[in-house]
């Protein structure tokens, strides 16, 4: 759409967008030093001289509870900003009181693992619990310890959807900052390679983002700085990285999509509050799980599918269903009932994949800023803390009168951060998964080499982009199921508008899923028992596909199989997938899933993911 028309604008001090961990942070620091006791400015407002810096944070979301994981944390962070927390003050949080780590054994057979994974396995099952150290319980093996970088004790298990509304009410609570919901921003105002604010989304539009009844222009918000915490698939830091590019030697090719539950455990459940578990080895040797029990009988579950796992059938939901089936899981979960459910993307790259933290106008935190350590999987503690330092570092900069520029910000937040934990756990871990671009027994004692020296051996790899590594059907099904049987999967699937994955795994010896109506449900009825897709009306499809043609021609189509909320569909008519946006859940995975190149930059794949409002939410979190 046109730049021309005319828009309102509003001008404040800082511009905030996205409402998460790190940005509650934020949040949470700077208001602590906005006032003094008198309620006279400690600092002063530049565009309203004589109030409190004026402060406004526009989120996607209908809601700053929104999200819907589990989390484990060691809450070094948290706890600095808040040192009197009991962890009974917020609600679903318990302290960590029983850790595990749990390698998953294959009960059907049906997994693609390697040869001497296979062997290994075979070899555990036939000794009967002679290995010294190594104890079967239920077609898993529990390790004899927990690795010190896994280990999380004295932290806590949290859910992040309650943990963002307990700091919101409180941030909100104060009057001195603004949380917007379901006001998603669809761009930053860049001008001379500065950053002067953000637009807002444009509404009354069609699907195109053409002005239809209604419409609305989107309002420019005009800032001294804007604070980007809009996660690893937010508009803004996109944008940001598109404009500025990444500092040299840096890349984003690493993903993950987390598929998530909040279930009701049954009555009988010998679970105790504070009890994490962490698997692997199914339902694929690359596929993570957890699951985290809360306070009142209820447990955080899910599994993390990684870009690393070349495959083109990347159907994180019924990858979800078989692992909550593994026997070891199924006898604490069977007759549990799902309360709420979702979808994220993570940005696995870690250090590796950190774009330019500050610039003329902007600094950034949060996982989008590379926060996430890979070696840990830990994230939501690293994010508050950049927010937390980068409040430190325009409260200095404010106090002193210097003005929030690339410079200033680079030595009072950047080179706060390098000289934090964060960083420097950031540093051990930065090439912990590598070895996983080689294959997945490289990468575990890849990252066992890592995590027991302290970062200091590391085995080699190269990252790609997901859509340089996804093989195809044909080549990742050879030899189990022959060429002719494959299209023809293909072309039913087609004609029905449905995935293939379901097809694929079953002819490939997955067994059926048997519902019960409860947990194990469609991946439809999901979306309608585990929580509401926000959808307002008057926003522009926030997913397009940048050359159709390449559509047209892709036989892989991953966006329809990776689709976390079964958005994207096949077309029947032969032509690009067909994208609706009442069932989104604004998880991203179709952007880095698409196994195609987008043809004016190879970097990035033909699959586009903006802005735009709604997503899925539950009160049930």
């Avoid at 049906?110 to 002679?130: D, G, Q, V, W």
């Avoid at 009410?169 to 001379?192: A, F, R, Y």
Wanted: one cysteine or more.
């Amino acid at each position: 759409m046109s730049d021309t028309i005319d828009r309102q604008s509003m001008e404040v001090d800082i511009a905030c967008v996205g409402f998460g961990p790190a940005m509650g942070g934020f949040l949470t620091t700077l208001s602590r030093s906005l006032v003094n006791e008198d309620g006279t400015p400690l600092l002063e407002s530049k565009c309203m001289p004589g109030m409190p810096l004026q402060v406004l944070c526009y989120e996607r979301a209908d809601d700053v509870a929104f999200g819907v994981s589990g989390v484990v944390t060691k809450g070094r962070s948290i706890r600095e900003t808040f040192p009197n927390l009991d962890p009974a003050e917020i609600p679903l949080t318990s302290p960590v009181t029983d850790e595990k780590v749990l390698y998953l054994l294959d009960p059907h057979g049906a997994t693609r693992k390697p040869l001497t994974m296979r062997l290994k396995e075979k070899a555990i099952l036939a000794s009967r619990n002679r290995i010294p150290g190594i104890k079967v319980d239920s077609m898993a093996v529990e390790l004899p310890y927990v690795p010190p970088f896994l280990r999380k004790h004295g932290g806590m298990v949290l859910s992040i959807g309650q943990f963002n509304q307990w700091v919101g009410n409180q941030v909100m609570g104060s009057g001195l900052v603004q949380i917007w919901p379901g006001t998603p921003v669809n761009k930053p105002l860049i001008e001379d390679d500065k950053v002067v604010g953000v637009r807002l989304c444009d509404q009354g539009v069609d699907k195109n983002g053409q002005p239809d009844a209604g419409f609305m222009p989107g309002m420019d918000i005009k800032a001294m700085l804007t604070v980007v915490g809009d996660g690893p698939v937010g508009a803004v830091g996109q944008a940001l990285d598109e404009h500025f590019g990444l500092p040299e030697g840096h890349h984003q090719n690493e993903w993950a999509v987390g598929m998530k539950m909040v279930v009701d455990l049954p009555e009988n459940c010998p679970l105790v509050p504070g009890t994490v578990l962490h698997t692997l080895g199914y339902p694929e040797p690359g596929i993570f799980g957890f699951l985290y029990v809360y306070p009142d009988n209820s447990a955080s579950l899910g599994t993390f599918v990684p870009s690393w796992f070349d495959t083109p059938v990347r159907t994180a939901y019924r990858y979800l269903q078989h692992w909550m089936q593994h026997p070891y899981l199924w006898r604490f979960l069977k007759g549990g009932r799902m309360r709420s459910w979702g979808a994220k993307s993570l940005q696995e790259s870690g250090r590796q994949g950190e774009p330019h933290l500050v610039g003329e106008g902007y600094a950034r935190i949060g996982e989008g800023s590379g926060t996430t350590n890979v070696l840990t999987g830990s994230g939501v503690d690293e994010a508050w803390a950049s927010g937390v330092l980068l409040a430190e570092a325009v409260i200095d900069l404010m106090r002193s009168d210097r003005e929030l520029s690339r410079d200033n910000l680079e030595n009072a937040y950047v080179q706060r951060r390098r000289m934090h934990w964060l960083d420097k756990e950031s540093v051990v871990a930065e090439k912990a998964r590598d070895g996983f671009t080689k294959g997945i027994v490289q990468g575990f004692m890849g990252m066992a080499m890592t995590g027991l020296t302290n970062g200091k051996l590391n085995w080699p790899g190269a990252h790609k982009p997901p859509h340089k590594r996804i093989p195809s059907v044909e080549s990742y099904y050879q030899g189990i199921i022959p060429l002719g049987e494959i299209e023809r999967i293909r072309k039913e699937c087609r004609e029905k508008g449905e995935p293939l994955h379901d097809a694929l795994m079953r002819r490939a010896g997955w067994p059926d899923i048997e519902y019960d109506g409860q947990l194990l449900v469609s991946h439809q009825d999901a979306l309608l028992m585990g929580g509401k897709v926000q959808a307002p009306p008057g926003y522009a499809d926030h997913v397009r596909f940048k050359d159709p043609a390449i559509c047209m021609a892709c036989r892989e189509q991953i966006c329809v199989e990776a689709c976390s909320g079964q958005a994207i569909t096949c077309n029947p008519d032969g032509g690009a997938p067909l994208f609706d946006r009442e069932k989104c859940v604004h998880c991203g995975a179709c952007m880095w899933n698409c196994s195609k190149a987008d043809p004016k930059n190879p970097n990035k794949s033909n699959v586009s993911f903006g802005a735009g409002a709604g997503g899925l939410h539950s009160a049930e979190n």
